[in-house]
Structures are given as structure tokens and as C-alpha cells.
């Protein structure tokens, strides 16, 4: 794959999506109550048309494709793009600058692939399977994870900001039982596996429902930067173009 090419468009994506950051844009809403704007919309756009041009025998599955391929059809795939335009539209809605351009590939119900963009902060995440994972911000390109030096015993945690959950409560205070000291993280989109695949954060797990999009190319590059993303519950890695593309419960570690 052209990994240069892949990263160029999510940069391209992120501009797309700052265009509209910076207007009064307007917020609608999709069949699941969940936001929309143009800017998801552009995003969209700008990555599904530079990846047909790029690689025409790839089918892509994109969270704001206006009809969802059927499971007949994506049983059949042994690779795919996953695509989230803008993974954290609540926080763009909000303006926290936590939001997030998501490509993945996925090959054979595993991503191999993963490419992360957050364009308020120029900040770039990308992990390959077998090579690595690898931070780019400020012109400097940092491999993960990064050694973290840690003070005394605890543990980091990171969670969804805006998807509380009693399981997560009762995580945290078992958590606190066995480790001692607790640091929380709140974050919003992909960027909790970045923290995970970085070194920042210990672990990452989801109790609240999330879709493939959402996870494929967080999940690529944890993987790429040795950690594992696995079902609550099991040993199981998490697995892509399910019937059903809603995913289990998992964690990040």
C-alpha cells in the first residue's frame, strides 16, 4: 500500500473538515439520533474518491455511505477500506478539537493498516502490521510507544468523555484495588487507542457500544505498537465485517 498517498489524503480530509470547523455550520441529525455535519460529509467524500482513484478494486466501508453494503455482499470481501471521516463528531460539534480522520484497511477480519489524523492539532497516528506504529507531529516523527517513566505504583486509564457507563465506574474501582493510584483520561474518538499505542495511557477499555469504524484503525495501530485489542471477557482479538457491524465490549492493552 502507498502509505504516503493514504496519509495525504487523511491531511486532506482534515483540511475539509477545518474548512468547515472555522463557519457557523449546521448540525443534523441521522436515524440513530447521532450528529451529522458537512463536514463528516466532506470528508467522506474526499477520502472515498481518492481511494477509488487509488485502489478501484478495494471496496470501502464508510460510516456516511448513504446505504450500507449488505452481509451477502461484504462476506465475500477478503480486504476493505474502513472508513470514519470524522470519528468524534460530538466533540466537533462542541469544539473541543478532539475529533479525528480514520482509515483503515482490514484484511481477512483483522486491520493491517491504520491511519489517524487529528486536524486541530496537526497530529498524525499511522501503524502497518509487522512494521510498526508511528507518531508525526511538529515536523518530528516519533516511533510507539514511547517509554514512559513512571513514578511509584498506578495505573492510566483511558475512557470515553462522553459515554460514561456504570461498568466503566465499577473498571476503575477494581482498578484502584489493585493498583493503587488511578489517573483517568478523557478522550473523545480513535484518540484513546493512540494514547494506549503511545505509551500514555495502560489501558483502554469500552464498555459502551461502539461501530467497526470507529475502532478499525485505533485497533491497527495498537496492534502495530504491541498492544493488543481483545473482547471483554476472553482472549479474543476483535474481529471486522461481521454481520452485525456493531462491536462487543473490549479493552485496549
Known amino acids: 500500500m502507498d502509505l504516503p498517498y493514504l496519509i495525504a489524503t487523511a491531511r486532506e480530509a482534515g483540511r475539509a473538515i477545518l474548512e468547515v470547523y472555522e463557519t457557523d455550520f449546521q448540525v443534523e441529525r441521522k ?20 481511494l477509488r482513484e487509488r485502489y478501484p478494486d478495494i471496496p470501502i466501508l464508510s460510516e456516511e455511505s448513504t446505504e450500507q453494503v449488505p452481509y451477502d455482499v461484504r462476506r465475500k470481501w477478503t480486504r476493505f477500506w474502513l472508513v470514519d471521516p470524522l470519528d468524534g463528531t460530538k466533540g466537533f460539534v462542541k469544539r473541543d478539537g478532539g475529533f ?10 483483522r486491520p493491517t493498516l491504520g491511519v489517524i489524523y487529528v486536524p486541530v492539532l496537526d497530529r498524525l497516528y499511522h501503524g502497518v502490521d509487522g ?24 495505573v492510566v486509564i483511558a475512557g470515553s468523555r462522553f459515554h460514561p457507563t456504570p461498568e466503566m465506574d ?57 498492544r493488543k485489542v481483545i473482547r471483554l471477557g476472553s482472549e479474543e482479538e476483535l474481529r471486522y465485517n461481521k454481520p452485525d457491524l456493531h462491536n462487543p465490549g473490549f479493552i485496549v492493552r
Open 100 to 109: 479525528t480522520v480514520n482509515i483503515a484497511l482490514v484484511k481477512n477480519e
Open 170 to 226: 465499577a473498571f476503575l474501582e477494581e482498578q484502584r484495588s489493585e493498583h493503587g493510584r488511578v489517573e483517568f483520561m478523557a478522550m473523545g474518538s480513535s484518540l484513546k487507542f493512540c494514547l494506549v499505542a503511545e505509551g500514555v495511557a495502560d489501558l483502554y477499555p469500552r464498555f459502551g457500544p461502539t461501530m467497526e469504524w470507529d475502532t478499525g484503525a485505533g485497533h491497527a495501530i495498537a496492534n502495530a505498537a504491541g
Open 131 to 154: 512494521q510498526g506504529a508511528w507518531k508525526t507531529e511538529g515536523g518530528v516523527r516519533t516511533v510507539l510507544p514511547v517509554p514512559r517513566v513512571v513514578e511509584g505504583d498506578g
Open 31 to 50: 436515524s440513530d439520533a447521532s450528529p451529522i455535519t458537512e463536514a463528516d460529509l466532506r470528508a467522506h467524500r474526499v477520502i472515498t474518491d481518492r
